[in-house]
């Protein structure tokens, strides 16, 4: 079930617990500035939480800084890959070590406000996953045109119904996560779990957010190898799934259909 909502003027937040995911690559410049705003943003939810940033073999100041903000609040903990594995990676660590009810990430480059979590968190009691899109997307030309041409892409294949799907600000049930098994490496995680979580009924609501443009830091989306890998783990998912629905065995009179396993 997929629905869309406006924004409430006064969410409301019937949730105890709350992990925040962020994945980071050189992001040493934009977490020195988000970090103790992200902090403030979290403690005006009155509830339990804890903001974990992995660090995706970054060579710049990233993990010092990480290490330095745990040691003044332990909440905030860092973890770190030796070498470069990729976003969907970074994110599968980061969800595996999560501790709390629902699971949100955003991306530690700033362009989204962790100020904004109430909107997503005010419909936590009755979806599965909510997920935000961009009311106005703040990326140059050549980048919104290549999201729009992949959102069609992956909507046609996989069905999804989203608008925005790789707006890095999601808010999940923890069991939408644990029952899926995510293996994306890359930039298609977003993709990858939209879809699981579709073929298994999970329901959604999309949610406007704000987005901001990046002011630091290197974006890597658009690179070759980023595109390539997308593309390659698009085929092997799109494969599995059509493969999981063929071994559907037709029902029989008076039956359900038996999804075969193995």
């Given amino acids: 079930m997929i629905s869309q909502q406006g924004v409430d003027p006064a969410p409301r937040l019937l949730l105890s617990s709350l992990s925040v995911v ?35 073999g970054s060579t710049d100041e990233t993990w010092t800084l990480l290490e330095d903000f745990h040691a003044l609040d332990a909440r905030v903990r860092g973890i770190r890959h030796s070498v470069n594995q990729g976003y969907g990676a970074a994110l599968r660590t980061g969800f595996r070590a999560a501790r709390m009810d629902r699971i949100f990430f955003t991306d530690a ?17 009755r979806y599965d996953i909510v997920a935000g899109y961009r009311r106005h997307r703040r990326d140059p030309v050549n ?18 119904g989203v608008r925005d799907v790789n707006c890095a600000f999601k808010l999940f049930r923890r069991e939408v996560l644990e029952s899926a098994d995510i293996r994306s490496e890359g930039a298609f995680v ?15 609501v999309q949610v406007p957010v704000t987005h901001y443009p990046r002011t630091r830091g290197v974006q890597t989306g658009a690179s070759p190898r980023v595109v390539l890998r997308a593309f390659s783990e698009l085929g092997r998912l799109l494969h599995e799934l059509r493969g999981a629905r063929a071994q559907t065995v037709p029902a029989e009179a008076g039956r359900h259909p038996v999804r075969l396993t193995g």
């Fill in 109 to 125: 480059d700033l362009q989204f406000d962790l100020r904004e979590l109430p909107l997503l968190l005010a419909h936590a009691h």
């Fill in 190 to 204: 977003n993709t990858e779990i939209l879809a699981r979580a579709r073929a298994s009924g999970f329901s959604l």
């Fill in 22 to 56: 962020l994945p980071a690559l050189n992001e040493a410049d934009n977490l020195r500035r988000g970090l103790g705003p992200a902090v403030r943003a979290l403690q005006d939810l009155s509830l339990d939480w804890e903001l974990i940033v992995v660090d995706d």
């Fill in 143 to 160: 980048r919104r045109l290549n999201a729009w041409a992949w959102g069609r892409l992956v909507d046609a294949l996989f069905n999804l």
